[in-house]
């Protein structure tokens, strides 16, 4: 199983961005499809996440400005940036898992794609 993400790249601040993920080599479908971040210096942490059913969670530097969504008949999963600001800047990676009896299980990682936000 491979998830290939895409859509990466340089921005303006105020500018959007669209990443994409898709899964490959798989014929499940993940019941959770997530996008994380790691900012220079920082830990990877959650940007925002979506369950098979749709259900959404953000972080909250993101709410407001940052869509997830996913195709279940596709296997895919992205993330619509808008407003992006310097501090959106990152390496942002997809992971498809699993989310079930209130529990989130992360499980294969993309190779992550970088943003770089400018102001």
């Known amino acids: 199983v491979q998830l290939q993400a895409s859509g990466g790249g340089s921005a303006q601040a105020g500018e959007s961005l669209r990443l994409s993920c898709e899964v490959f080599?798989?014929?499940?479908?993940?019941?959770?499809m997530s996008w994380y971040r790691q900012r220079p210096g920082k830990e990877r942490e959650l940007v925002a996440d979506?369950?098979?059913?749709?259900?959404?969670d953000y972080a909250d530097a993101v709410k407001g400005r940052f869509f997830i969504d996913r195709d279940n008949a596709k296997n895919e999963a992205s993330l619509q940036m808008s407003d992006l600001k310097p501090e959106d800047t990152a390496v942002y990676y997809c992971?498809?898992?699993?989310?079930?009896?209130?529990?989130?299980?992360?499980?294969?990682w993309g190779q992550g794609t970088q943003v770089t936000v400018s102001s």
């Open positions: 080599g798989s014929p499940n479908i993940y019941s959770l």
């Open positions: 979506i369950t098979y059913r749709g259900v959404i």
């Open positions: 992971n498809a898992g699993y989310a079930g009896g209130g529990e989130k299980v992360l499980g294969v």
